[in-house]
């Protein structure tokens, strides 16, 4: 996308240099409309419409493999915000908690479902996946996986007040046996 | 203040001189301090609209100063996390709200008369108003800030963290009340600009003759009466729930936060395009002289500033791809988003092949263009990728999006605006250039915006949160930043020259001749400096460059050889056109200096800011001062008796526009009910928007309708309907005019009882969101049905002074406007309200 | 005033139209939408009439033509613009999950 977006910013500046250094053609008369075809027609009309239409198909292709659909092994936390803290709650009635760190297995699916309890704040794991906003009253769900056991930093990305800068936490992924340790131990 | 003495550019002598005397004399302001509180010239206010919004412009710099400063080094402890939120807030909001669409208004205020080959816009007295609350509003919200009572959730104010309970004390009322005035006066500036554009203009200009700047500024002076509204109706809904505990977006008593977001953006991605697009009416006009040809595909200009105006109101939501909004949803503003690029598209191409079809030349404001094209096409690309969902949810938030809005903004439209500045500056200060610091600033400000601006990009690639007040040594962006804040300076330092470059031009260099460029447009027939009256006499055009199809245009225009070129009737005369083909059809007499427009501005922004001070007492009481205003206002305009049709010259006899049909008035009416209108469409849509999605929904029970009610407010509908409609007729015939009134009045009454009802049944608005909607709809319902029934009794009392005969019957015709808007939207406002409880 | 409305109304319809079938979409992912109610064929029927409705403006514009040719140039040209967008910008009722 850089690339491509690189290449239109070069043409649109060599085509507008190109005004200037291109040897004047003194004969055209002002009313003289006949570069519509190629100015307006191609590359004011054309031209957009069919990269516009690859870009867009691609990015909700992409957009819609991203959704939190039905899995064979899925896991759901849930994340509730708050300023400036994070709770994670986990297992069948929610029994387990955690503050400030979101375990999750490797290499499985996880649907992690939003809310705040007061202002609006975001969960945002860069390495993971997208940001989704915690908007109190709202439960959001973003489907996140994490390819290997691990540590991964995390913070809210929608600007809350004083403390917003350090309202981060972290996702620990587990692989499957201490994965499996985590819930037994945490159901004591 | 517009000079009285004739200009030193040589004027042809005789009858020429003879006319300027006696125009200026009718048209000059007052010539000592306090003409500065009476003039309504455009030029006039539109210098100090400009003045002031270019010091709005230094004191948003500053801020930007202030946090570049704040970020330049990591763990900074220039300020802390409290001050800086104000400060980016501040900075957006001044930036957004005082800086960037005043200045694009006082340009137009300045320019379009002259373009249009018109002596003065529509409503002289209503620019001076909006003048006023500007400077009022907009310095009550920079005061509060250096008391440090400034708000501090960011420019776009998302409640929850905007509510009382977690932004105690003013500084979000000041934003609210301060920006809301400041939307009041821009759409009284845009309905002032849309009625000149479309009926203020020379003779012979038809749509397809008017220049492209016209066309730009009514283009977006339609989208400023569509898109404010919803903005406003959520500073209102937010500062009721603020001061009165309404629950519009708390989610325990059925509001949701959400609701603002929809209302904010409703307002918020149009307003990139409002600003935008001035810049490219400017474009559009500088580059094709520049190019020393015509604008190549005029009417694909045209029909792509439309185009964008209206697609750029279905883009909202791409603002919110992170509000968990439905993957559909996203996709139906991904598409929007995208096709949006094309109508751009068509512009930027219809430049550069204006570019090739001429001979270019690289004079100043030239090289501002070219500034622009470097940047905006890159903000442009920006802008398409984060339209690519699944890219906007990762750099949603960042400082990428602070880059990309730069681009846009300073790219799109801060360079253009200095390009014109530069290129009209012949025309305003009737001086060329003499010191040369302009190439200096340019060199100086483009390379180090992009430095800075790109360093930003990638910051926020590299995940620096935007909003945030410092960041760690270890997390990578230290040297990214500093760059970014040392080029930040050298912009500072350039913006800093062009302002004093423009000053010291402005004053001390060397008188100018007319038209140094060359341009075909008629703003440069005129007289420079601009005299108070405009042109001599109005033009008459046969083409879209009327001065090079006429190289002596000026001259016959000075001579008085065009429309109403005589002073002896002695007063403010202007010619009003057919809309589309540009037929002389009105003469309009324009009010002459008053500081009316003052005093209604003070007492306009007192009823805004009183209320910051719990002064609740002191803002009813600003209230009944502007209604009692605004009748002395319109009470002071008219005429006794009728004058006939007047000699227009060219053997031309019109009707006055006091004694037409459609008298201005009417057409200023219809487009402040459609702003009125996309309001009262607003809170139908977030009535709605509650009842589909919010949560702790449905309230324990809905309104039922009485059936008396529901009789009354149809009757009421109806007598509202024919009580206007009859005074037209008795007003045309002769008849008794009183019963007629009093009909209409009783109508008003009625509808206003049935909105009654619906409150009286639910005594509690802080209950639920639902109650405090009713609450709002038969507000609607009182507040209209209130101004309907002080307008027929001023059409009453004006019929009985003898201000209305069968002639003059365009004052009735906008009562009727009113009545009607007021029964329709009362009709539907009283449904909304009963329908739940009918069905449920 | 007439002249304004050729040159306006055409893609206010698209926009009105958008809207709507974005409203639609929302109410079908609402608590007021009936649970046996399949919500695609429903945003598909609604987008065909927005295709209609867009359709009739542009053959009104076309066949009521404005006596000023300008007007009528840039009428059509928005008109077929509006046609183009109302297509480009519903597609996605055709394939993107609903309520996810
Ligand atoms: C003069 C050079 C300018 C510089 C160096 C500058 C710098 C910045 C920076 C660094 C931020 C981000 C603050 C943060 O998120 O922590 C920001 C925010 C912003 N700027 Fe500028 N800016 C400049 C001019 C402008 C102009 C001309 C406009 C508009 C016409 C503008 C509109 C905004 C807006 C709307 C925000 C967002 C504020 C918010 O997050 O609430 N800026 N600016
Ligand atoms: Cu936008
Ligand atoms: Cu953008």
């Not at chain 1, 004083?162 to 985590?182: I, K, L, N, P, Q």
């Not at chain 2, 225009?557 to 429309?563: H, M, N, P, T, V």
């Not at chain 2, 008396?708 to 509908?717: M, S």
Request: charge should be neutral.
């Amino acid at each position: 996308m850089l690339a491509c977006g690189l290449a239109i910013f070069l043409l649109v500046m060599a085509l507008l240099l190109a005004a200037f250094y291109r040897p004047a053609n003194p004969s055209v008369d002002g009313r003289d409309e006949s570069g519509t075809r190629v100015w307006m027609w191609g590359l004011g009309l054309g031209f957009p419409l069919v990269t516009l239409a690859a870009l867009t198909g691609y990015g909700l292709s992409i957009g819609e493999r991203l959704l939190p659909r039905e899995a064979p092994d899925l896991v759901t936390v849930q994340a509730e915000a708050r300023q400036w803290a994070w709770t994670f709650r986990y297992g069948e009635n929610r029994v387990i908690a955690t503050e400030g760190v979101l375990h999750i297995p490797a290499g499985r699916p996880v649907n992690v479902e939003i809310t705040s309890t007061d202002v609006i704040h975001s969960f945002w794991v860069p390495r993971l996946a997208g940001k989704l906003d915690a908007i109190p009253g709202h439960v959001n769900v973003l489907r996140i996986e994490a390819a290997r056991a691990g540590t991964y930093d995390g913070q809210s990305a929608e600007f809350s007040g004083r403390g917003y800068r350090e309202h981060v936490f972290t996702v620990e992924a587990h692989d499957a046996a201490s994965w499996a340790t985590f819930l037994k131990e945490g159901t004591q | 203040m517009t000079d009285a003495r004739p200009s030193s550019v040589s004027q042809p002598r005789g009858k020429a001189l003879r006319l300027h005397r006696g125009l200026a004399r009718i048209w000059g302001s007052d010539q000592r301090f306090r003409g500065w509180l009476t003039t309504s010239n455009n030029n006039d206010i539109g210098t100090l609209f400009l003045i002031v919004a270019t010091s709005f412009f230094v004191i948003g710099g500053i801020l930007a100063m202030l946090i570049r400063t704040q970020l330049a080094t990591p763990d900074s402890a220039f300020m802390a996390p409290q001050v800086y939120s104000q400060i980016f807030t501040m900075h957006g909001t001044v930036m957004m709200f005082l800086f960037a669409i005043p200045f694009f208004e006082a340009m137009s205020m300045l320019l379009l008369p002259g373009m249009l080959g018109t002596r003065d816009l529509a409503f002289p007295r209503l620019g001076a108003y909006g003048l006023w609350v500007y400077i009022f509003g907009g310095s009550a919200v920079i005061i509060a800030m250096l008391m440090g009572l400034a708000p501090d959730g960011g420019w776009f104010m998302y409640p929850p963290l905007s509510s009382a309970a977690f932004s105690p004390g003013i500084g979000a009322d000041v934003w609210l009340l301060g920006i809301t005035s400041i939307e009041v006066s821009a759409i009284a500036t845009a309905i002032e600009v849309i009625v000149t554009v479309l009926r203020y203009r020379a003779a012979g200009m038809s749509l397809s003759r008017m220049p492209i700047f016209a066309w730009y500024i009514l283009v977006v002076s339609v989208m400023i009466l569509t898109a404010f509204p919803p903005m406003i109706l959520g500073s209102l809904l937010l500062e009721v729930e603020r001061a009165l505990n309404w629950p519009f977006f708390k989610v325990e008593n059925g509001g949701d936060p959400l609701l603002w977001q929809h209302l904010f953006w409703l307002f918020g991605h149009p307003e990139v395009y409002i600003i935008f697009l001035p810049a490219a009416g400017v474009i559009a006009t500088i580059l094709p002289v520049m190019a020393r040809t015509n604008l190549l595909g005029y009417g694909w200009v045209v029909a792509a500033a439309v185009s964008l105006a209206v697609l750029s109101f279905g883009l909202w939501v791409h603002h919110m791809f992170t509000t968990g909004i439905p993957h559909i949803g996203l996709a139906f503003f991904s598409a929007a988003s995208t096709l949006v690029a094309v109508p751009t598209s068509v512009m930027i191409f219809s430049w550069i092949g204006t570019l090739w079809k001429g001979r270019a030349r690289m004079e100043l404001p030239m090289l501002w263009i070219m500034g622009f094209f470097a940047t905006f096409v890159i903000g442009g690309l920006t802008g398409v990728m984060l339209a690519v969902v699944p890219f906007n949810w990762q750099v949603h938030d960042t400082h990428f999006v602070v880059a990309h809005l730069h681009y846009v903004l300073i790219g799109g439209y801060v360079f253009p605006m200095v390009a014109a500045i530069y290129y009209f500056m012949p025309l305003l200060t009737g001086r060329t250039r003499f010191f040369k610091l302009g190439e200096v600033a340019f060199w100086l400000v483009v390379p180090s915006f992009h430095i800075t601006f790109l360093s930003i990009h990638m910051a926020g690639l590299l995940g620096q949160r935007r909003r945030t007040w410092t960041y760690d040594a270890d997390q990578g962006w230290t040297a990214l930043n500093l760059v970014a804040s040392v080029a930040s300076f050298v912009m500072a330092i350039g913006f800093a020259l062009i302002i004093l470059d423009v000053a010291v031009n402005a004053f001390v260099a060397v008188r100018g001749r007319r038209n140094p460029w060359g341009a075909g447009t008629l703003e440069w027939a005129a007289a420079i400096p601009s005299p108070a009256y405009g042109f001599a006499s109005i033009p008459i055009v046969q083409g879209r460059y009327p001065l090079h199809d006429d190289p002596d245009l000026a001259l016959h225009i000075a001579r008085g050889e065009g429309y109403l070129g005589d002073a002896s009737r002695n007063r403010r005369e202007t010619l009003i056109v057919s809309t589309a083909r540009g037929e002389p059809s009105q003469v309009v007499v324009l009010p002459g200096n008053s500081v009316l427009p003052f005093l209604l501005a003070l007492v306009t922004s007192t009823s805004f800011l009183a209320p910051l001070f719990d002064a609740y007492i002191v803002a009813g009481l600003a209230l009944v001062g502007v209604v009692a205003l605004a009748l002395v206002w319109a009470w002071g305009l008219g005429a006794r008796a009728d004058e006939g049709h007047v000699d227009a010259g060219h053997g031309a006899k019109l009707p006055l526009a006091s004694e037409s049909p459609d008298p201005p008035g009417w057409w200023g009416s219809v487009f402040l009910l459609l702003a009125d209108g996309v309001h009262f469409g607003s809170l139908l849509f977030g009535y709605a928007f509650l009842w589909t999605v919010a949560p702790n929904w449905p309230p324990h029970s809905y309104l039922q309708a009485q059936l008396w009610a529901v009789i009354l407010a149809l009757t009421g509908a109806l007598a509202l309907t024919a009580g206007p409609r009859l005074a037209v007729r008795a007003i045309a015939t002769g008849g008794a005019v009183w019963p007629t009134i009093a009909l209409g009045i009783v109508g008003a009454l009625a509808l206003a009882i049935a909105a009654a009802s619906v409150i009286l049944d639910r005594p509690d608005p802080a209950s639920h969101a639902y109650d405090a909607t009713l609450w709002l709809l038969a507000g609607h319902v009182g507040l209209h049905t209130f101004l309907s029934s002080i307008m027929l009794f001023y059409l009453a009392a004006r019929g009985a002074a003898g201000y209305a005969s069968p002639a003059r019957i365009g004052e009735a015709g906008i009562v009727r406007l009113w009545a009607d808007f007021t029964v329709a939207t009362g009709l539907v406002a009283l449904a909304a309200a009963w329908l739940p409880g009918a069905f449920a | 005033m007439i002249e304004i409305l050729r040159l306006s109304l055409p893609i206010t319809v698209w926009l009105t139209g958008f809207s709507a079938v974005y409203a639609l979409q929302g109410l079908s992912c609402s608590r007021h939408w009936p649970a046996d109610l399949e919500a695609r064929p429903v945003l598909l029927a609604a987008w065909a009439v927005a295709f209609v409705l867009q359709l009739i403006a542009l053959i009104a514009v076309l066949y009521a033509p404005s006596p000023v040719r300008f007007v009528q140039t840039t009428a059509t040209a928005l008109a077929a613009t509006a046609l183009v967008a109302a297509v480009w910008t519903m597609m996605p009722v055709l394939a993107a999950s609903a309520c996810l």
